[in-house]
């Protein structure tokens, strides 16, 4: 018998049909067909129950390099992976979200922010932005940014499908010096430019709509200089603006993995710190 739409019959061969998966863990949102649990702290994504062969898509970000100081670069996002297609069954995965690189003190040594973890997916912290004399660029998800101090002027790189490098700066001048900016997951850093006096801007981060809107993250931070010079703007997606003179660089947005800014070049002054990572687990309901 049909009508309606549907087969009687049909339905009468599955009476108590549920194909859906059983999870528990994080904070839990739908939009549409999907089920979302989203964790802006480590913890649990406990699969209760699970039909075969099911799978999720996910987004790992961990946490951003902090901003180097005295002329610091702008610090590296964390890496960025998403996907769809994940296999789970029904147990216990933990997730870790990574901590955002801690703030520097002056001419001290940047930090790099912390791996992000789900199933077998591991995003890898962002590098720290390069800093006062004697403390040195990171490498991570997304490569620190330069200073203009030799020999630790070097590039951060980061990793091919996480994020991007950061950018180089401007030479060793006596008179005025600019940080470049940090990689973001979207795009690298900017170089800095002695010529016109201007620290690089973070690269721009990606956009993800797997809370059911987009939502850009894992910016870059921008360049740290002179005062009376341009500083680096974060990278679209929370990366934190470098600063001039005394000021510390801004940290990074919490929860978005974007990398942390650079400082000026006056004594006491210090990198901001990175924004923690995220991680965030959706399936069809």
């Given at each position: 018998?049909?009508?309606?739409?549907?087969?009687?019959?049909?339905?009468?061969?599955?009476?108590?049909?549920?194909?859906?998966?059983?999870?528990?863990?994080?904070?839990?949102?739908?939009?549409?067909?999907?089920?979302?649990?989203?964790?802006?702290?480590?913890?649990?994504?406990?699969?209760?129950?699970?039909?075969?062969?099911?799978?999720?898509?996910?987004?790992?970000?961990?946490?951003?390099?902090?901003?180097?100081?005295?002329?610091?670069?702008?610090?590296?996002?964390?890496?960025?992976?998403?996907?769809?297609?994940?296999?789970?069954?029904?147990q216990a995965y933990t997730i870790t979200v990574g901590a955002g690189g801690a703030t520097t003190s002056y001419i001290g040594q940047a930090n790099n922010?912390?791996?992000?973890?789900?199933?077998?997916?591991?995003?890898?912290?962002?590098?720290?932005?390069?800093?006062?004399?004697?403390?040195?660029?990171?490498?991570?998800?997304?490569?620190?940014?330069?200073?203009?101090?030799?020999?630790?002027?070097?590039?951060?790189?980061?990793?091919?499908?996480?994020?991007?490098?950061?950018?180089?700066?401007?030479?060793?001048?006596?008179?005025?010096?600019?940080?470049?900016?940090?990689?973001?997951?979207?795009?690298?850093?900017?170089?800095?430019?002695?010529?016109?006096?201007?620290?690089?801007?973070?690269?721009?981060?990606?956009?993800?709509?797997?809370?059911?809107?987009?939502?850009?993250?894992?910016?870059?931070?921008?360049?740290?200089?002179?005062?009376?010079?341009?500083?680096?703007?974060?990278?679209?997606?929370?990366?934190?603006?470098?600063?001039?003179?005394?000021?510390?660089?801004?940290?990074?947005?919490?929860?978005?993995?974007?990398?942390?800014g650079g400082s000026g070049g006056v004594s006491a002054s210090t990198g901001g710190a990175?924004?923690?990572?995220?991680?965030?687990?959706?399936?069809?309901?």
């Amino acid at each position: 018998m049909t009508g309606f739409g549907y087969n009687i019959n049909t339905l009468g061969a599955y009476p108590n049909r549920d194909v859906s998966i059983d999870a528990s863990g994080g904070t839990v949102t739908t939009s549409g067909d999907y089920t979302i649990h989203s964790f802006t702290s480590s913890g649990t994504f406990t699969v209760n129950s699970a039909p075969a062969d099911s799978t999720v898509e996910y987004l790992v970000i961990a946490g951003g390099g902090s901003g180097g100081s005295d002329h610091g670069g702008g610090g590296g996002a964390g890496g960025y992976r998403t996907a769809t297609g994940l296999a789970i069954s029904a147990q216990a995965y933990t997730i870790t979200v990574g901590a955002g690189g801690a703030t520097t003190s002056y001419i001290g040594q940047a930090n790099n922010g912390s791996n992000s973890v789900f199933s077998s997916i591991t995003s890898t912290g962002g590098g720290c932005g390069g800093g006062g004399s004697g403390t040195a660029v990171g490498n991570g998800g997304s490569g620190g940014a330069a200073k203009p101090y030799a020999p630790y002027n070097g590039v951060g790189t980061g990793i091919s499908g996480q994020g991007h490098n950061g950018g180089t700066s401007s030479s060793d001048e006596s008179s005025h010096r600019e940080g470049g900016g940090g990689g973001g997951a979207g795009a690298v850093g900017v170089n800095s430019t002695y010529a016109t006096g201007a620290a690089g801007n973070g690269g721009a981060g990606s956009a993800s709509s797997i809370t059911g809107s987009s939502v850009t993250r894992a910016g870059g931070g921008g360049g740290g200089c002179s005062v009376g010079f341009t500083l680096g703007i974060g990278g679209a997606g929370g990366g934190g603006n470098g600063v001039t003179g005394s000021s510390a660089g801004n940290a990074g947005t919490v929860n978005s993995g974007s990398g942390g800014g650079g400082s000026g070049g006056v004594s006491a002054s210090t990198g901001g710190a990175g924004g923690s990572g995220i991680v965030i687990v959706r399936y069809l309901t």
